[in-house]
């Protein structure tokens, strides 16, 4: 961590005091807003996202990237203890530039935070936790963030603090409203890797990370909202994964909800990926085997989702006699273009959930994943949109769903969604809805 950008302050007396000022004020006072729409996407195409009628929108934030080691005099200054960083100015700019377009339009706007390896000896050193198991066989690419070491605390508090104070406080630059602690924690090995681990290993690392950055958060804003990140393995780990590398999201959250009051509860909510399961099968409304209406289910998908919220409505897992609140941050529907009727299935799919959704107050957004088919995702193709042959995810043709979509959260919802009632079985959404709650032999065809 030599060549990080950062002075003492004595060398600097002015920038540190004008940092210091600006993270003692008072913090932001304003209500988390209500939307009309619980509709929301993960934003590739700022401007397709924004006809699309969305009201919910997530970007990701690569600390690890943010954090401008050769201390660029252009970039963006924060100064935490007397320790002065820098950041990237170009991708500080990017950012600035989604998150004013998107809350100018009274977006509700959620950052993903997140620290991929890079591959750089001193910046991984710095952002990613130690044990980190570079190299190893499918290692995920995003590691736990580092809070073991002094110098990766003071990195991450001041990069959570320049971005609440810029987007939580500062309206010059866009609103945030939402930050999202690592991505999948319960898969740990793949999305939040800090080697092989024991749960209580990882929930240690964990609560004192998103406690880190709440704290920073509300030195700029009383009301924006700290996610922790979770898929939909409830009872179950994750199958592609050891006990050292996965455990199962209910024991994660519990562990997690104990951890935090032990030490001093704080306002902490949730972020959940209800994928169908399998994810290659989109119609979620047949599995009757993963997705169960028991806290004891294997996984919690769009069948079963009320199993979370009644699962949140418990007395341990509340904060000041409230239960968390939850949003969908990350959740698509595969096209399975095998069947005859793949898009259809895709968008009936889509439908479904976004009925489902809205009947649970207890959840404030549906965020789809994703905008565009990605490469990498290797045969999982839930975009709005087919991507160009040869490409990583350049739009090539619009699928059913994307029509579908659009009309989510609007007058002409019920007569786009018409065509899904066949294909899931019932004669109007009352009776769909209804079908999700039986632990039973579906009807329709498999």
Not at 84 to 109: C, M, N
Request: charged fraction near 25%.
């Amino acid at each position: 961590m030599n060549n990080i950008a950062r002075l003492a302050f004595p060398t600097i007396v002015v920038t540190f005091l004008l940092a210091h000022a600006a993270s003692a004020q008072i913090p932001n006072q304003e209500p988390y807003p209500q939307t009309t729409s619980k509709k929301g996407i993960q934003i590739q195409m700022v401007d397709d996202a924004i006809s699309l009628g969305i009201q919910h929108a997530t970007l990701n934030v690569n600390l690890t990237r943010l954090i401008d080691l050769k201390g660029n005099r252009r970039g963006p200054r924060w100064t935490v203890d007397g320790t002065e960083y820098a950041f990237s100015p170009a991708l500080v700019k990017h950012l600035d530039d989604q998150v004013k377009r998107l809350s100018d339009q009274g977006i509700v706007v959620t950052l993903i935070l997140l620290t991929y390896a890079s591959g750089e000896p001193d910046r991984d050193q710095l952002m990613l936790h130690p044990d980190y198991a570079a190299g190893e066989k499918a290692t995920g690419p995003i590691g736990m963030f580092n809070t073991t070491t002094a110098e990766g605390r003071q990195a991450l508090e001041a990069c959570i603090e320049f971005l609440a104070h810029r987007y939580s406080s500062d309206r010059g630059h866009g609103r945030v409203w939402g930050y999202i602690c690592g991505n999948e924690v319960n898969s740990h090995w793949h999305w939040a890797n800090m080697g092989h681990a024991t749960p209580d290993q990882v929930v240690t690392q964990y609560e004192r990370a998103v406690r880190l950055i709440h704290k920073a958060v509300r030195k700029c804003s009383a009301n924006a909202r700290v996610y922790i990140s979770l898929e939909h393995w409830w009872n179950q780990r994750y199958p592609h994964g050891d006990s050292s590398q996965t455990l199962p999201g209910r024991e994660l959250i519990d562990r997690f909800a104990s951890q935090v009051k032990k030490l001093g509860d704080f306002d902490w909510d949730v972020a959940y990926h209800p994928y169908p399961a399998p994810l290659l099968k989109p119609r979620f409304w047949l599995d009757e085997k993963f997705s169960l209406h028991s806290f004891e289910t294997p996984c919690i998908t769009f069948r079963n989702l009320e199993v979370l919220t009644d699962y949140l409505q418990q007395k341990p897992m509340l904060f000041e006699g409230k239960p968390r609140r939850v949003i969908l941050s990350e959740q698509g529907f595969h096209c399975d273009e095998s069947r005859p009727n793949g898009e259809a299935e895709q968008a009936a799919a889509f439908a479904l959930a976004y009925k489902k959704v809205e009947s649970l107050p207890g959840i404030d957004a549906f965020i789809l994943h994703r905008h565009v088919d990605h490469a990498h995702e290797g045969a999982l193709k839930v975009g709005l949109w087919t991507r160009k042959p040869g490409s990583i995810c350049e739009p090539d043709q619009k699928r059913k769903i994307y029509k579908v979509f659009k009309a989510a959260g609007t007058p002409e919802e019920d007569e786009a969604f018409a065509f899904a009632l066949p294909i899931v079985g019932a004669k109007d959404w009352s009776e769909a809805l209804q079908n999700l709650m039986h632990d039973q032999e579906s009807k329709t065809g498999k």
